[in-house]
């Protein structure tokens, strides 16, 4: 490490002969007869003459620039990067002016080349976020290790981090206890986060599961147009089958955009997408991606394809099927994460997944198959329909920018009666009760004109598009069966008022994701604690008179400004 000290001015004159005291941990010149008999070339004859009167023993240090110097020049004084055992008479001394060449010992010059120090560079990593990353950031240590990178340094390392990379996901009650609101995503007054708050998360940290309701409401419009273009009682409308070609391409654009994304977090931050998993709401979500392909599947145009072949039910319910054998039998075993405790609306995505299912299998011609997964759905969704309509899992009031959720409970029945009606060949009474249970609930949501007043844009508006489509297209096979002017107009009505909802939400989620910048906030809720902190009470103390102070100062801004 050399530090080059440039001097433009006269060399003062306290510079000129400068004594050190000895400090502790460094070198000092240890003459014998106490003085300096080394040649030095660079000196004049008065330096000399100095040297030779002054004395001084083995703890002082004299530094003397001769008054020759005293004009524009340059000190380059070569230095160890640590304090080692290099004797300070090993070091060179090189000074540089207009008329004035180096000259240096030949012995000075083979001690420089036997001793070198090498300055490293100090690299500081944030190391913060290593706790969600896939193996806790040790393969990308191990990689910069293997392209030579030099070791960095993580100051911020402390003892939970640490414990973070060995543990596990924290348990169910922990996301009861730490988290509040019916989806489980805000974090309570006592609670503290593992990953910073006031700081801006990387991009795929900020990328939750529930962004694939944004391909289950474009993929819906997909089936919605396709069936207006094809459906015999509503041909006077001249449908151009346009419309569910852009929407099907869109969609499945859509879908492969944000697979890629959420497969890259599975890739780099699996310790987020397996506490995504455990979430007692999100896991439901993980439905979402397999659903997306069944619309897809469903509302392909027909210039596309007209039949698809029967491996592509098979493939797509697979993984739905494994998911439900792990949700179901949790709710069925009785433990931590039984119905009534983790019974929530989007429960109904993890329903919804059979009646789909079994209304492809019987566009395909299947039989045992959707009579299966039918059976499956119905029997689980009465048992949620029941617990969701005894109570919620927080007795707290329901947040403005959730109501959009309630309307999950449309979704079931609708998709339903439209599987039965294709699985027996009709649109029957059993067709016609779950259509009737459907229509109803869309009525009882859309009267409360509360709902839809003064809260801001999140994804949870998301929930209002696919259940809404599922009763538009459940509304036009119903009028194709009892087709009157009441059942025609309503299939015309509830087609439009979905279309223009998926329409505003779309444009305004780009709006949100492009400009904006605040469509993604920091997921609080896969950063909880895995224990209860010591000092919730404080915590909660100082976060409510904080509010409390900011409530104060908005109040007297506002008075100010009138």
């Not at 929407?247 to 890259?264: N, R």
């Not at 045992?368 to 899992?393: C, D, M």
């Not at 109501?403 to 699985?423: N, Q, T, Y």
């Not at 100082?542 to 900011?550: A, E, M, P, Q, T």
């Amino acid at each position: 490490m050399e530090t080059k000290i440039e001097l433009q001015v006269e060399t003062p004159t306290v510079l000129k002969k400068t004594s050190f005291e000895n400090i502790e941990g460094f070198d000092c010149v240890d003459y014998p007869n106490g003085t300096d008999s080394s040649p030095r070339e660079n000196l004049t004859e008065k330096s000399h003459e100095t040297m030779k009167i002054t004395k001084f023993d083995a703890k002082d240090v004299i530094i003397d620039i001769p008054p020759a110097l005293s004009s524009q020049s340059s000190l380059c004084l070569s230095l160890p990067c640590s304090p080692s055992g290099l004797h300070i008479s090993q070091t060179n001394m090189i000074t540089h002016t207009d008329n004035y060449q180096k000259t240096e010992d030949q012995p000075q010059k083979e001690l420089a080349k036997q001793v070198k120090f090498h300055s490293q560079p100090i690299l500081v990593r944030d190391s913060r976020f290593d706790s969600f990353k896939t193996w806790s950031g040790k393969l990308e240590r191990q990689i910069s290790n293997l392209r030579g990178i030099p070791r960095e340094i993580d100051l911020e390392k402390n003892e939970m981090e640490k414990k973070l990379e060995n543990e596990e996901a924290p348990a169910v009650d922990r996301y009861f206890d730490a988290l509040e609101g019916p989806e489980l995503d805000t974090l309570r007054a006592t609670e503290v986060s593992v990953l910073p708050e006031d700081e801006k998360w990387p991009f795929l940290l900020r990328f939750p599961i529930n962004a694939f309701g944004i391909c289950l409401g474009v993929a819906s419009q997909a089936i919605l147009w396709k069936t207006l273009n094809t459906s015999s009682v509503l041909k006077f409308l001249h449908v151009s089958p346009i419309p569910n070609l852009v929407l099907w391409w869109a969609s499945l654009a859509l879908m492969a955009f944000i697979s890629f994304v959420y497969l890259l977090k599975l890739v780099f931050y699996f310790e987020a997408v397996k506490r995504e998993y455990y979430h007692p709401v999100r896991v439901n979500f993980f439905f979402a991606p397999w659903i997306a392909c069944l619309f897809l599947a469903m509302g392909v145009p027909p210039s596309i394809a007209v039949n698809l072949k029967p491996c592509i039910w098979y493939i797509l319910m697979a993984p739905i099927f494994i998911l439900e054998l792990k949700i179901y039998g949790q709710w069925m075993s009785g433990g931590q994460r039984r119905l009534s405790k983790v019974a929530n609306p989007s429960n109904h995505l993890s329903i919804v997944g059979n009646f789909v299912g079994a209304l492809l299998g019987a566009n395909m011609g299947l039989k045992e198959g959707p009579i299966f997964f039918f059976s499956v759905g119905l029997a689980h969704y009465t048992v949620l329909f029941v617990t969701l309509y005894q109570r919620l899992p927080t007795n707290a009031t329901l947040p403005k920018e959730l109501h959009p959720v309630f309307f999950l409970f449309v979704a079931a029945p609708s998709v339903a009666c439209m599987a039965w009606a294709k699985i027996v060949g009709e649109f029957d009474y059993g067709a016609r009760i779950a259509y009737f249970i459907a229509l109803f609930l869309y009525m009882s949501l859309a009267v409360r004109i509360d709902f839809f007043r003064g809260f801001r844009f999140s994804l949870a508006w998301w929930a209002y598009t696919f259940p809404m489509t599922g009763a538009s297209i459940a509304t036009i096979k119903y009028a194709t069966t009892v087709t009157n002017i009441i059942t025609k107009s309503m299939a015309i009505g509830l087609s439009a008022i979905s279309t223009v909802t998926v329409f505003a939400l779309l444009v305004t989620t780009i709006y949100h994701a492009f400009v904006l910048q605040n469509l993604f906030p920091n997921d609080i809720s896969i950063a909880i604690t895995r224990k209860r902190p010591k000092f919730s009470k404080m915590l909660a103390h100082f976060r409510s008179s904080s509010s409390d102070s900011k409530d104060l100062e908005s109040s007297i801004s506002k008075s100010l400004e009138i």
